[in-house]
């Protein structure tokens, strides 16, 4: 099998992590607080990484020219895990994925506002359309409308800012040793929050589903940086979008719900123009640009 198969394969397999992952999520949060769930999932990614780094490379492998900077990134990914699993709990797995799949638009926003990159009069198009699908999913003003519905979009910003940090730092940081400075970041900050938020769970079965769903997470990103040692970014940018249909499907089979005809609108031009201007941001190699998982 070609390399290039094998990382689309890869590619596929790292957003249906994601999509359960989701839906695991939104599963337990019914019964457990937020902070608990986090916290097991960044403690099982720092293990993970712990046990694949050390034994093979020792304290060498953790070498980082940017601590600080690894450190923003673990700090902007805790943050987004959070503002992932809230969302999670007032939103529909589906439609809650379509609409953080418009993060690569946000980075092309902040590449003209912050970073003073030149966008096309394209990218502009291409970025209302994927807001535009975004208040079709969140519809605000409408009965089903809750303040709540808006945290995925600050979770977009949070995840923006991960994005653009991560490129930078791809350019000379071993892509393991940032999983693990991540992970323990995350981990430890959440520790801090443990007296007021931690609830032990019921039994071996809910501890099992929380380990299960950190091993999903870091399996995912494990897999997307597979993807991308085997095939070229802008081969790999249309399949990340499966993340929604898998999402759907969970909702679907897990929740008994589908997106009424104005939402599946609102999702296909998210998925669609998001889609367009990632691949056209990594033809022009500015950022390397992942889904977005919890």
Sequence with gaps: MSPALVGIGCAVLAT???ATLDSGVKIMGAGLPIVTIVFVRYVVQAVLMSVALLPARGLAALRTEHPRFQCLRGVLLMLSSVLAFLSLQHMPVGEFTAVIMVTPLAITVLAALVLKEKV???RWVLVTLGFAGTLAVLRPGGDAFQWATLLPLALVACSAWFQVLTSRLARTEDPLAM??????????L???LLPWGWATPAGWLDWAKLIA???????GHYLLILAYRRTPAATLMPFLYAQIAFAMAAGYLVFDHLPDRVA???ILVIALSSAAGAWLTVRESRIVVQPTEA
Excluded: P
């Design 179 to 188: 999983q693990f400075y991540s992970g323990w970041v995350g981990a430890l």
């Design 264 to 266: 599946l609108v609102g």
């Design 190 to 192: 959440l520790a801090v």
């Design 213 to 219: 769903m950190g091993f999903a997470g870091t399996l």
């Design 120 to 122: 096309s009069a394209l």
């Design 16 to 18: 249906a992590c994601f």
